[in-house]
């Protein structure tokens, strides 16, 4: 039943249905803020999945290779530098 949250369902939820949930599962969700009942369901039925490579055209092959992360620094240190070569 509470396996099939998406974490989208989580975030919408009331915090009654989050309440039902977390008791679902043991908890006791008496002493949970809403945050609180949402990070811990999160943790417990969103399977967690690797961030997937950014795709953007007119990037060199290798950075497809690079972490999310990198690549996001490559694309913004390449945007920073033509708005400068722009500006001079």
Request: proline share 7%; no cysteine.
């Amino acid at each position: 039943m509470a396996t099939s949250l998406t974490a989208r369902d989580i975030l919408t939820m009331t915090s009654e249905d989050l309440r039902k949930y977390v008791s679902d599962f043991g908890q006791d969700p008496k002493s949970m803020s809403k945050t609180d009942m949402q990070t811990w369901l999160m943790e417990k039925v969103v399977p967690s999945e690797p961030a997937s490579p950014l795709e953007i055209t007119g990037m060199p092959s290798f950075v497809s290779k690079l972490t999310p992360e990198l690549q996001l620094q490559y694309y913004l240190k390449k945007r920073r530098t033509k708005k400068e070569f722009e500006l001079a």
